[in-house]
């Protein structure tokens, strides 16, 4: 019997070492592959171009009283900027050595007047946010060595607007003058 238990233990531990040594040398299962890449999220899409009348009303005043105004109409798309300049180019002599009249180098031309750029980013269904650069300009005679003098307003704005409402943009008192500036934009889609 001993020698029967003992062949018992051998085999018993034959098989559970022959199972363990199967285990042993059974093929590693391949690593698990990498998870695909996420998914992009969907591209934004941008809304359609949408065109736009801009009317700039810009009223000059004195101690209240109204002294004139000028309207200014500009086609503007969303995405894009509009440029209006409405005005004269006045020479300015830029080199006073010479005696004799200037020559066309000693000569440079600025402009003079009103400028205006416009542009529209869409905020909403009836909402837009206006961004204006607005220079307005004039000159007077007399000025040192004779050159004239220019005088300027300038507005750099960003305002959201609701559609066919208007709005008072800005308002400023133009330099060396009592004249008051104001200017008003109105935004209306065209169909």
Known sequence: MTMRKTWILWSGAFLLTSGLSVVATAQP???PSPAPPPAPPPAKTEPARQTYQVVYVLTESED???LGSQH???LVS???STELNLGTKVPIVVSSSNPSPPKGSDVQYIDVG???DAGLTSV????VDLHTKLVQSSTEKASVYGAPLVREAKIDSHV???EGKPLVIGSLYLP???HHLKIEATVTRLQ
């Not at 909403?124 to 909402?127: A, E, G, R």
């Open 176 to 178: 060396g003058s009592d």
């Open 72 to 74: 200014a109409e500009l």
């Open 78 to 80: 969303t995405r894009s």
């Open 114 to 116: 009103l400028n205006i």
């Open 29 to 31: 299962s391949a690593p």
């Open 64 to 66: 209240g009283k109204s």
């Open 124 to 127: 909403s269904d009836s909402v």
């Open 160 to 162: 959201i607007m609701t």
